[in-house]
């Protein structure tokens, strides 16, 4: 078992930015795939970065303007959100391990293991 522990969420104004950060505890080896994905209030959830073997992935409407990384001591995955939009505004979540099967980073239902959740709101 893994827990996931998000932090770094708030209200900024658009254009500014925020950096979240999930800590990865227990079963670490699962930190080896890391994911994010946000929901906004009746809307599915999406995958918006990914981390695994060295390379990182984005969703479109967030290249250049999300950063995922990885600190593999200290079990943390980040998402830098740079140039934030009012769009952005959802619940943010992290998610670790990879289930066996077909596997696509940005499916949710690919991951053992999630956080809480971490708020972001941006305003106009």
């Known amino acids: 078992q893994a827990q996931l522990v998000e932090s770094g969420g708030g209200s900024v104004q658009a254009g500014g930015s925020l950096r979240l950060s999930c800590v990865v505890s227990g079963d670490t080896d699962s930190s080896v795939y890391m994911g994010w994905f946000r929901q906004a209030p009746g809307k599915e959830r999406e995958g918006v970065a990914a981390i695994f073997v060295g390379n990182a992935y984005y969703t479109n409407s967030v290249k250049g303007r999300f950063t995922v990384s990885q600190e593999n001591a200290k079990n943390t995955a980040y998402l830098q959100m740079n140039s934030l939009k009012p769009e952005d505004t959802a619940m943010y979540y992290c998610?670790?391990?990879?289930?066996?099967?077909?596997?696509?980073?940005?499916?949710?239902?690919?991951?053992?293991?999630w956080g809480q959740g971490t708020q972001v709101t941006v305003t106009s």
């Open positions: 998610a670790a391990g990879r289930k066996a099967g077909s596997w696509f980073w940005y499916s949710a239902p690919g991951y053992e293991y």
